[in-house]
């Protein structure tokens, strides 16, 4: 199985932009889709976006289409989520995920799970 550590979160301002990343350690990276979901107090967890293990798929939710990519660096085993024209409805925790295929981090069918990371966006 494979350990996921995510750095990154932190304050910012609307308009402002973040790039999470996300570690992967234990097995062959390049095996997993990897993926994004977060988490706002009170609510449920939700799909972000997710890239295939080759990289040459992705996919995003309707909330971030045109303001986040989501990209990955197999030499590095680093999956990475960039974040741009935030606002404070993006306010999260912000978890990172790995599976075989990249539909299945899309129906939250996840093998593994990162430990989450803050991100808080000021008006």
């Known amino acids: 199985q494979v350990q996921l550590v995510e750095s990154g979160g932190g304050l910012v301002q609307a308009g402002g932009s973040l790039r999470l990343s996300c570690a992967a350690s234990?097995?062959?990276?390049?095996?997993?889709?990897m993926g994004w979901f977060r988490q706002a107090p009170g609510k449920d967890r939700y799909f972000v976006a997710a890239?295939?293990?080759?990289?040459?798929?992705?996919s995003y939710g309707d909330s971030v289409k045109g303001r986040f990519t989501i990209s990955r660096d197999g030499a590095k085993s680093t999956v990475y989520l960039q974040m741009n024209s935030l606002s404070p409805e993006d306010t999260a925790v912000y978890y990172c995920?790995?599976?075989?295929?990249?539909?299945?981090?899309?129906?939250?069918?996840?093998?593994?799970w990162g430990q989450g990371t803050q991100v808080t966006v000021s008006a």
């Open positions: 890239i295939s293990g080759s990289g040459d798929s992705t």
């Open positions: 995920a790995a599976a075989f295929f990249l539909r299945e981090i899309r129906f939250g069918s996840v093998a593994s």
């Open positions: 234990g097995r062959t990276f390049s095996s997993y889709a």
